[in-house]
């Protein structure tokens, strides 16, 4: 098996980052190595919030792992995942040189870190035909070989087209690319997909990563906590990476409670209403004489052709309905993307457009 390591950029590989106070791994009961003030502000409320926060709190990296059957030292945590695509890009391609491979149209955070690193971006569009969009991994391995790439992203259950990846056909790419390039799964809907996680796989695959996150089934999207997934030698050169005490001690106390035997309870029983609703409102907007096409989805969302999709975004906005225009994404210049809301949320959808259709 080859290491990761060895796709980490050469200036990387040993740099040992920032030493902050947190990570000095001394003891005591007197601090007085951080310049903080050794009195709480009066707001505090028990918080400790005059001391910065552990850079990776032990008890949220064991909270993580245990939700995502993985070793704590296989989580790094981030502020939200978007920070986790950022520090890979930033510690794995040198600039003008490594590229990344996307598959548009798809979440635009790759493309914006590759740009401020200066990465070069490869793009293998998706294929879109009768059964909906799919990757062509066979191109996606043939672009990432042939331009020399550090990285490839694979959005699974994919943002804003809604397929997902065969979990088999992900790890045949990982296999072919070892050694090479780093695989990214990105699930962050994992959780209202019918495939189960990559995450387990990272043992046995070094250049496969998953990336997760708090803010979507888990409705944690202001805490700000996202993870990656990956070899262990990996995590740890991403540390070094990252800014000083990225985990504000308020979001980790959130996610901690939020990560409860009875919270994830509850966020099971929401992912399984917003399945049901995904459906429902699936066949509810087929039945629009306004819609063209509805895309089969695996997240919380649905992609919706329409016929006139100015009209259909209007007509939502004015029922108070704010929908994701998508019409400046490649191949989806009459699309809207809509998250599946509650119940009631979804009925407007369904009210203002059928209204809208009578109108027009
Ligand atoms: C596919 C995908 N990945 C990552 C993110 C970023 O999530 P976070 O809030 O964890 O930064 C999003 C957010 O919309 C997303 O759609």
């Known amino acids: 098996m080859t290491s990761p390591i060895s796709l980490v950029r050469d200036d990387l590989r040993a740099f040992a ?8 791994g001394v003891t005591g009961s007197v601090w007085l190595n951080a310049n903080e003030s050794s009195w709480c502000n009066p707001a505090d409320g028990g918080l400790g919030a005059n001391r910065y926060p552990d850079p990776q709190p032990a008890a949220l990296r064991e909270r993580l792992a245990t939700v995502y059957g993985v070793r704590a030292e296989q989580v790094l945590v981030g502020r939200g995942s978007d920070e986790a695509i950022d520090l890979l890009v930033r510690a794995l391609c040198e600039p003008r040189r490594d590229s ?13 870190s590759a740009r401020l690193q200066g990465a070069p971006l490869v793009e293998v569009p998706l294929v879109d035909d009768a ?3 799919r990757s062509d991994l066979s191109a996606v391995g043939d672009a990432a070989l042939n331009t020399g790439a550090k990285l490839v992203f694979v959005c699974s259950p994919a943002n804003p087209t809604g397929q997902a990846v065969a979990p ?13 390039c780093l695989v990214v799964v990105d699930e962050a809907y994992g959780e209202y997909c019918d495939q189960p996680s990559l995450a387990p796989h990272i043992d046995q695959q070094p250049n496969l990563a998953v990336l997760q996150t708090l803010s979507k089934a888990h409705a944690l999207a202001a805490a700000r906590i996202g993870c990656l997934l990956a ?18 001690s308020p979001c980790v106390q959130l996610a901690l409670a939020g990560l409860s035997e009875p919270a994830l309870a509850q966020t099971r029983s929401r992912v399984i209403t917003v399945r049901a609703e995904r459906e429902r409102l699936h066949h509810e907007l087929l039945d629009n004489a306004g819609v063209r096409r509805v895309y089969p989805s695996q997240g919380n969302f649905l992609l919706v052709r329409f016929h006139d999709a100015e009209a259909a975004f209007q007509t939502l906005l004015a029922a108070g309905v704010v929908v994701r225009d998508m019409r400046a994404s490649p191949q989806l210049g009459d699309a809207l993307r809509i998250s599946i809301g509650s119940p009631a949320e979804n009925d407007q959808v369904i009210q203002a457009l059928a209204t809208g259709r009578a109108a027009a």
């Open 100 to 112: 990344v491979v996307v598959s548009p149209p798809v979440f635009g955070m790759y493309a914006v």
């Open 231 to 248: 070899a262990p030698e990996l995590i740890a050169v991403l540390r070094n990476c990252q800014a000083p005490y990225p985990l504000p």
């Open 17 to 24: 980052g920032y030493s902050s106070a947190r990570r000095a």
């Open 131 to 133: 059964s909906g969009f």
């Open 168 to 180: 088999a056909d992900i790890l045949a790419l990982a296999r072919r690319l070892e050694g090479r």
